[in-house]
T-cell receptor, first 109, second 111 residues
Framework: GIQVEQSPPDLILQEGANSTLRCNFS?????LQWFHQNPWGQLINLFY???GTKQNGRLSATTVATERYSLLYISSSQTTDSGVYFC???????????FGTGTLLAVQP | SAVISQKPSRDICQRGTSLTIQCQVD?????MFWYRQQPGQSLTLIAT?????????ESGFVIDKFPISRPNLTFSTLTVSNMSPEDSSIYLC????????FGPGTRLTVL
């Protein structure tokens, strides 16, 4: 099956700093989503981005499907950005998401 | 996007007992899924809940341990049977096709 690796596994930032999170996947995908899991466990949809670039406020994402990776950019980080960031992909016409290993982000004031 | 609720939000259970988790959606949806997130780990798909037929389980998950019901297009339940401490996890339901949305999760601790 498809393997999904994320890097870095852990990241500590000072408030106001920028960061880039990476998601590599081992095969072509139909669907790619980025999620933020807050400290209470809730998964928040950030982007549906199987290809191309999208922006939403301080967050943006780029997926280069032909090279099998996606990037999530966080600018001017805030303490509320803390949590785990997951990418998830779907490889066939199954709608089954395969989650990456996650990046644990801590933003310090 | 659909509004998804889960009950209970958390529970502490004794080993050997069973817990049924409910997932309610505010609109009819075709696809509904159940995931497990063990402590400090990523999410793993347990099964696809099919309306009107048996759930489709992923490798490593069996119906006897995780029976699932899907009586209509807005509701599903997942039961965690004969629990052991290894079942301590967050259990999440999700809905959607191309883009999936998740419920708030049920945090289960088994003593």
């Amino acid at each position: 099956g498809i393997q999904v690796e994320q890097s870095p596994p852990d990241l500590i930032l000072q408030e106001g700093a920028n960061s880039t999170l990476r998601c590599n996947f081992s095969d072509s995908v139909n669907n790619l989503q980025w999620f933020h899991q807050n400290p209470w466990g809730q998964l928040i949809n950030l982007f549906y981005i199987p290809s191309g670039t999208k922006q939403n406020g301080r967050l943006s994402a780029t997926t280069v499907a032909t090279e099998r990776y996606s990037l999530l950019y966080i600018s001017s980080s805030q303490t509320t950005d803390s949590g785990v960031y997951f990418c998830a992909v779907e490889g066939g016409a199954t709608n089954k998401l395969i989650f990456g290993t996650g990046t644990l982000l801590a933003v310090q004031p | 996007s659909a509004v998804i609720s889960q009950k209970p939000s958390r529970d502490i259970c004794q080993r050997g007992t069973s817990l049924t988790i409910q997932c309610q959606v505010d609109s009819q949806v075709t696809m509904m899924f159940w995931y497990r997130q063990q402590p400090g780990q990523s999410l793993t798909l347990i099964a696809t809940a099919n309306q009107g037929s048996e759930a489709t389980y992923e490798s490593g998950f069996v119906i006897d341990k995780f029976p699932i019901s899907r009586p209509n297009l807005t509701f599903s339940t997942l039961t965690v049977s004969n629990m052991s401490p290894e079942d301590s996890s967050i259990y999440l339901c999700s809905v959607g096709g191309i883009e999936q949305f998740f419920g708030p999760g049920t945090r289960l601790t088994v003593l």
